[in-house]
Each structure stands twice: as C-alpha cells, then as structure tokens.
C-alpha cells in the first residue's frame, strides 16, 4: 500500500473529480478606462475593469473634479454609468459644464442613507453592463466609513471580478480595506486665482452663461492638485509609489 | 362550394362576419354588409349547400337576441366566391348557381355590375375598359364572356382578361379569411379575497403568462402593462407599467408588476385581477462591434424597479438641466439607454468636443438643502462661518474670499430668488476648504451652498 502521496498525484486526483475548481484564478490582462486626466492616466495607466477603485482625500482636494472628469470621459466614449450619490450632493449644473452627457448617467441620490447607498451599488453592479459605477461617499465621516464592514467591498469586488465595470469609490479616509486594486490619495487644494487682495476692490460680476448652460463660472478659482499613488495592485510593476503635481484640471 | 351573403340593410351595431361565423369558420369580409363563406364540410351540421342557404336566410331575420340580423338578406351559393358575390348583390332571395353554370345565372347582369375590387383592378383601367365595351356594344356578363380570350387580350390587355374571367365567373383565388381580433387582456375572479400580495403574485403570475404566450403567438410584444383590481367596497385600484422597450418576458414582467405592487399596495382586499397589455413590434436592435457593453434592457428595468422601491421613485434617474438661471435648478427624468446609432454619435461627438472644452471645470457639492449660517462681517465681508446641519457642520474663519456676485431672477413669481454669493476659504485645524456661501436678500439670512471639490 502506498503510504505517501506526491503533490502533483493529488492535483491530478483532484482534478480528474472536481476539474479545475481549485486552481487559482489568474488574470492575465487588465482592461483599463481612462479617467479623462492625462496626468493620472500616464501614473496609474488609467482605472482598472473588473476592480474596485479608490480615491479619497480631504474636502476641496479635487475628488470630485476628478469624477467629472472620469464621467465625462466615460459618458463621451458611450459608457453607460451610474453614480451613486450617498449624501445628494451631485451638482447637474456643474457636471453639464464638465461635459457629462446626462443620458448616460443614472443617478441614484440616497439622502444621506448609507445602507442604501450601498444595496443600491450592489443592485446596479448585479445588473450589469454598467462601465463606471461610482460609489460617492465623499460627505461621509471618516468614523462612519471606518464602520462599514468588509464583507461589503469584498463582495463587490467578487461581483465586478468577471464583469467590464469599474468600480470607483470615493471617500474622505481610505475605506476599501485590501479590496481596492487602485487607490489614489488627493492633497491638493484649489488656488485663487484672483481674490479681493483690498476689500474695497469688489471683484467683476459672474459672467452668466446662456440659461440652458450651467450658471456656474469660478473665474477666481483654479484647480491645482497633488495626487498619491496609495496602492496599486493589478497594473504594471513598473509603477511605483510616487507624487506628482497638475496643473489645471 | 361558397356561400356568399349580402345584407344592405343591415343595423350599424351588428356585424356580419360575427353572424358568419355562426356557420363557417372560414368568412372572407368582402366590404361591409358583404360576406363570403366557405361552406364545403358543413354538410353534417346543416345539410346541402340549399339547406344551409335557407338556414342563413330564416336565421337573418330573428332578433338580435336570438343570434339574427333583424333584417333579410340575399344568399348566393357557388362553386367561384365571386360568382357567389356577383350573384347575391343582385338577385334577392336565395340563389343557387351550379358548376360550371354561373352565367346562366349571372349572364345578364350589365358589365357594369362587375365589382372589379374583388381582382384589385383600378377604378381608372376598368372605366377605360367598360367604355371600350360599351362602343363595342357589350352589354352583359354573358356577352363579355362570350368574347374570343385572344381578341380581349390584344385590345384590353391583361386587365381585360381578369375582368372577363370575373364576368365569367372563371376566377381562381382563395379565400381572404379574417381573423378575429386578437385579444391581450385576461381577467381572474377570486372565490376569496386576497388580502397578502404574496398569494397575489401567484394570480398575477398565471394571467401574465397566459398573456406572454398569446403576444409569443402573434410575435408581438408589450411596452405598457395595466393591472386592475377590484378589491372590496366597489373600488378599483389600478396600475399601469409603462416600459420604455417592448418585452414579453413573463417573469420580468410579474417582477416589475410585484415591486409595484409592493410600492403602491392595494387599500383593500382584492377580490379580481384584470391584466391587459398594448401589443406592439418587439424591438429589433442591431449592435455595433465596438460599441461598449450596456445593461440588457429587461435586468436595467428590474434594477431600476428595485432601486425605485429602495430609493423612491424621485430619487433615481437622469438629470435635465432646465432653463432658468435659479441655482441647482434641474428635474429628473426617466432614465433610458440611448440605441438610436445616429443620435448616440451625434451626442458623442458634441459631448466630446464639450469634454475637451470643460477639462478645467472645478467640482462643486452641493448641500441640499443649504445649511444656514451664522457669518461675522466685517464692514460688510465674511470673516467668520459658522453652520451646523444634521449631516454636516460648517465653521472656520475666512482666510481668503471672492465676491460678491448678485444673482436675482424670477422676480414676478412666489418663489423669486435674489443673493450675494461668495466664495470663501474656511480654515480649520489647518486644513482649508472652500466654500460657496450666499446671503438671501429677502431674509438677509446667510447659507453654506456647497463646497468646491
């Protein structure tokens, strides 16, 4: 009787029952999607498919400018998208300056609720189809994000796995645990451009767009951002942790 | 053998295909008031074609009540329908044209009793021809017949031929037989009220498959669904599913029909269940290659349903831009996919050139609803914010502002609005965000609008 078996005698066994249930899953190539910044498409090689993506940072560090401008390339290249606005803050003026063709964008305003913003994530990633779907906990506090449990973004990750979506997740404080294959930090702050230096200099008045434009003009304001490759897992090796700065987006 | 039945006379509210039924399945709707029948096989239920010619007569005249027309009518029996037809308009009674002898009966009809409608002639040729006869000095039915086929041909071409052959009686063609319409609604009374929506999926479950399967028949789908119930107290409570795609998926459907259910439940037992769908074309769509991946349109209604319940309705969807200056002014729409290929490129192609054009727009979160604030001026400019709301708080001293920019609109209506926007840099703890903040000049009330992202 044969006491002792090889490694390879057992995988063959099992295999010859069970197929290949047991062997790792490997993914040889990444799809990516561009997040309409060529500045962190050249860094990050653009968002992956079939993975969960995180941005975070403070308040006014340009995450949401950088998901117009992810929307905006999306919706332009016939993506279908959703955008899960957990606190209702999704501005329709602004975004329409930002070039996001509304007709591809189904927004979902949670009021605050964050268990369904978080159904409601689940729901429209079962469905399928979707090439962006954003996950906005941009106004929820770092103590409430700290509390989502994981078995949350585990399972969106296992559901996005096989599927061309890009999840995006946006926060204050990083939330997704080790489930995120691409986490991106924003430090920057938006710079005037110009202020009322003297107080008895009052500035021009807005210059109003035509009315079915967005109304919305910050000719004082510009973006000027600092980004953090945080982590990065299913990209090129070659990419490194690393800092750089961008000018106006 | 066909039976041809002509009633001139006839009520506006009763049909004669509905009484021809009664005695063939087979009825060709010839023109209002003239039907033909196919009587071959009929043999056993009333007789010879004679006997069947005097039931359809004595069957006429009774009451509606009883299945009649309250009205005579005129019967014609012949092997050629349009014999029968020729037959039955002009002689009253029964008549009964045998084989092969339809002239003896119809040959002196004048040519201009032909009904060149049955042989798809047009009204311009046959005038054309009957002139051509009336010069020749052919009269009737038995004369046109009469007439060498070869000498018709060459002076009146095909169109003559197929008009003498009607004259003749000689045509060949087959029965337009008429379908009854059909019918997309099926209803259910209940024995015992249902008061739980779970037993009421079953009903709905049953009627909506009955339904699919009568669209799948006639290769049809539905875009819009209505489910009445009838529930206790005399009242109805009434649904309608409106799809922005044709499906006749019964599963999706009764999904769509239970979330509804579920979100707008009926006030009281259900004692009925009516469900009626409009038929129309099932939607024929041919995908590009390289067009990106979308939602299947029956999961993207499920999901939307699901998210409507989850959400509410209100809350989920497109936003449209309206056209106004007032600030966070938009509506919702109904969120489709775009499919029409020359429309979604003409939009690719304007929200690119829109893309690269606004690749500096600065983000901005709204707070809805504003957050009111308490702000220190100081000659005027903020110099202190302080706001507290039940999701966020908002306070720091201003480090850096812009403003003001006066915006005013809508000043004849209720709700006219009139502001000083700002924008300002609040630092706190070192960290500094900025802000839109705006003072009401109604209320001279101060707000936190939202903050630059």
């Not at chain 1, 930090?185 to 767009?209: D, F, H, I, T």
């Not at chain 2, 604030?373 to 999701?391: C, F, L, N, R």
């Amino acid at each position: 009787m044969k006491a002792a078996f090889s490694k390879a005698e057992l995988e063959s066994d099992i295999a010859s029952r069970f197929g290949d249930v047991f062997k790792l899953h490997e993914k040889t190539t990444v799809e990516t999607l561009s997040t309409g910044v060529d500045e962190i498409d050249t860094l990050t090689g653009g968002l992956p498919r079939g993975a969960i993506s995180e941005f975070f940072g403070p308040a006014s560090s340009g995450r949401t400018s950088l998901m117009y401008a992810m929307l905006a390339y999306a919706t332009a290249h016939e993506e279908t998208c959703a955008l899960v606005d957990t606190n209702d803050v999704f501005a329709p003026t602004t975004a329409a300056a930002a070039g996001i063709d509304f007709d591809r964008l189904l927004w979902v305003r949670c009021a605050g609720n964050l268990e369904h913003a978080f159904k409601a994530a689940d729901l429209l990633l079962h469905a399928g189809g979707f090439g962006l779907v954003i996950l906005d906990l941009g106004d929820v506090a770092g103590k409430d994000a700290r509390r989502i449990i994981s078995s949350w973004w585990y399972r969106f990750r296992r559901t996005v796995e096989d599927r061309p979506t890009v999840l995006t997740v946006i926060s204050e404080e990083a939330c997704t645990r080790s489930c995120a294959a691409l986490t991106l930090e924003l430090q920057g702050a938006a710079e005037w451009s110009r202020a009322n230096s003297e107080k008895s200099k009052v500035l021009p008045m807005r210059k109003l767009a035509p009315a079915i434009q967005p109304l919305i003009t910050p000719g004082n304001l510009l973006r000027h951002n600092a980004i953090k490759v945080s982590r990065q897992r299913p990209l090129s090796p070659w990419v490194n942790e690393s800092q750089f700065r961008a000018a106006n987006f | 053998m066909f039976a041809c039945i002509f009633a001139p006379q006839l009520p506006a509210d009763l049909s004669l295909p509905e009484f021809a039924y009664g005695f063939s399945p087979l009825v060709e709707e010839v023109r209002t008031g003239t039907v033909v029948i196919d009587v071959d096989g009929c043999e056993l239920l009333f007789g010879s074609p004679y006997q069947l010619a005097r039931e359809v007569s004595e069957r006429a005249k009774k009451s509606r009540t009883e299945g009649g027309l309250e009205s005579s009518v005129s019967v014609a029996i012949a092997a050629n329908p349009d014999a029968a037809v020729h037959a039955a308009s002009n002689l009253q009674g029964i008549t009964f044209v045998l084989p092969g002898e339809e002239l003896t009966c119809t040959g002196e009809f004048p040519v201009d009793a032909l009904d060149y409608s049955l042989i798809n002639l047009e009204k311009k040729v046959v005038n054309e021809i009957l002139e051509t006869l009336r010069l020749w000095g052919v009269r009737s039915f038995a004369e046109f017949a009469s007439l060498p086929v070869a000498g018709v041909s060459e002076r009146l071409g095909q169109s003559g031929i197929k008009l003498q052959q009607l004259a003749a009686g000689k045509t060949e063609r087959h029965l337009k037989v008429k379908q009854p319409a059909p019918v997309f609604a099926h209803s259910l009374e209940l024995e015992h009220a249902i008061t739980e929506l779970e037993p009421l999926s079953f009903i709905f479950a049953r009627l909506l498959h009955q339904l699919c399967a009568a669209l799948n028949a006639y290769a049809l789908a539905t875009n819009e669904v209505c489910a009445s119930l009838q529930l206790e107290g005399q009242t109805t409570h009434e649904r309608k599913l409106s799809l922005p795609y044709p499906m006749r998926d019964h599963k999706v459907l009764l999904k769509l029909l239970l979330l509804d259910a579920e979100m707008h439940p009926p006030q009281a037992a259900v004692k009925s269940v009516s469900i009626a769908c409009e038929p129309v074309k099932p939607r024929v769509l041919q995908n590009g290659l390289f067009v990106p991946l979308a939602p299947a349109p029956d999961k993207l209604e499920l999901t939307l349903a699901r998210l409507a319940k989850l959400v509410g309705e209100e809350n989920i969807g497109s936003p449209t831009l309206l056209d106004t200056h007032r600030p966070d002014a938009f509506s919702m729409k109904r969120f489709t996919l775009v499919t029409n290929p020359a429309r979604r490129k003409r939009r690719q192609i304007g929200s690119r050139q829109l893309a690269i054009g606004n690749q500096k727009c600065l983000g901005f979160r709204m707070f809805r609803s504003p957050l009111r604030a308490i702000v220190q001026a100081d000659q005027g400019w903020p110099t202190q914010v302080s706001a507290w709301g039940k999701q966020r708080s908002v306070y720091g001293k201003v480090v850096n502002v812009a403003g003001p920019w006066r915006t005013t609109g809508d000043w004849w209506r209720d709700d006219r609005w009139a502001r000083d926007e700002w924008d300002v840099t609040l630092e706190r703890s070192g960290q500094q965000t900025l802000y839109r903040i705006y003072r009401e000049l109604k209320s001279e009330n101060w707000f936190v609008e939202g903050n630059y992202d």
